[in-house]
């Protein structure tokens, strides 16, 4: 199973990005997915995930009301549309999937896997 991110890039405060993130191998309606982030001197953390029905969606507090995540599975893919950006979104964003058999809204970063190599995503003030 390989995930991959895209569609980072520049904007100022206030504005929006539509990350997308691509699943090859196994079965992507198998799983939960996640968006997690790195930002620059800090550990990963969790910012949305989705479960594989997909009839539940989780979000991290930061995030709450200014991001929203989706997934397709008859595409294989899944989305993080972030609205309102502020300057600490600033990261590189990844996709993972989780590696619980029954997902339950873990916003544990070691509880997702094949991560890929992320977009990044700069937020000026």
């Known amino acids: 199973v390989q995930l991959q991110a895209s569609g980072g890039g520049s904007v100022q405060a206030g504005g929006s990005l539509r990350l997308s993130c691509t699943a090859s191998?196994?079965?992507?309606?198998?799983?939960?997915v996640g968006w997690l982030r790195q930002a620059p001197g800090k550990g990963r953390e969790f910012v949305a995930s989705?479960?594989?029905?997909?009839?539940?969606?989780y979000y991290a507090d930061s995030v709450k009301g200014r991001f929203t995540i989706s997934r397709d599975n008859a595409k294989n893919t899944a989305s993080l549309q972030m609205n309102s950006l502020k300057p600490e979104d600033t990261a590189v964003y990844y996709c993972?999937?989780?590696?619980?058999?029954?997902?339950?809204?873990?916003?544990?970063?070691?509880?997702?896997?094949?991560w890929g190599q992320g977009t990044l995503v700069t937020v000026s003030s």
């Open positions: 993972a999937r989780s590696i619980r058999g029954f997902y339950g809204g873990s916003q544990n970063p070691s509880d997702f896997a094949s």
């Open positions: 191998g196994r079965s992507f309606s198998s799983y939960a």
């Open positions: 989705v479960n594989k029905s997909p009839d539940y969606t």
